[in-house]
C-alpha cells in the first residue's frame, strides 16, 4: 500500500476552446439620412436587440458594453466548436443588422480564439488573450467586415477566410495571424 495514488480523471485539468465574439454598431453618415435623434434611437435599440439575439441563438453568452452611441456587444463560446459557432454568429448578427438598419446602421465584428483551463483550485485561466485580440481587430475592421484572430481559422473546415495582415497583440508579443471572414460552409 505504499505506491503513490493516481489522480482520478475527475481531478484531470483539461483545456477547452473559448472564442471571443466582439461586434459594434456604427452608424453609417450620409447626407440626407430621414432619421430624427429619436429615431435613431429606436433603431439602435432594435439592431442591438436583433444582434444579440442571433448570436444567443449560437450560444453565445453575452454582454453589452461601449456607450449608447457606440455600443459593443461581447460574447463567449465555449466547446469544442467555439469557434465555428461564432464565426457563423457574427454572420447571422451582422446580417440581422443590415436587414433592421437598412443604410443606417452596420455592424463591424471581430472573433479570436484561445484556451481555457480550470486548475485544481476551480480558477479557470484563459491564455491566448482572445478578448484583447478580438477587441483590437474589431477597432480595425471595416464596416460590415468580420475579422478573425488567430491560425486556427485556417484550418476550420467549415469557415472560408481570406488572409489578411498580422496583429501584434502587445510589445514583445507575437504576431497573431489575421483573416477575414469570407463565407461559412
Sequence with gaps: MGGALAPSPAHER?????TELTMELRRVVH??????SESE????????????KSIASHGGLLRLAGTGEHPVIEARFVGPD?????????KLAGNSVRKAAGNEFVAAAAAAA?????????????????????SRLRENAAPGQILLGGASWSDSAD?????????????DAEPVPVFVLHDLR
Excluded: D, K, N, W
Aim: neutral net charge; glycine residues 8%; charged residues 20%.
Design 14 to 18: 483539461r483545456a477547452e476552446t473559448v
Design 31 to 36: 447626407a440626407g439620412s430621414p432619421l430624427s
Design 41 to 52: 434611437s429606436h433603431l439602435r435599440e432594435r439592431c442591438i436587440q436583433t444582434a444579440m
Design 82 to 90: 467555439a469557434s465555428e459557432s461564432a464565426a457563423r454568429a457574427a
Design 114 to 134: 484561445g484556451t481555457v483551463m480550470e486548475g485544481s483550485m476551480g480558477v479557470r485561466v484563459v491564455f491566448g488573450a482572445p478578448e484583447a485580440i478580438s
Design 159 to 171: 469557415v472560408e477566410v481570406r488572409s489578411a495582415q498580422s496583429l501584434v497583440p502587445a510589445p
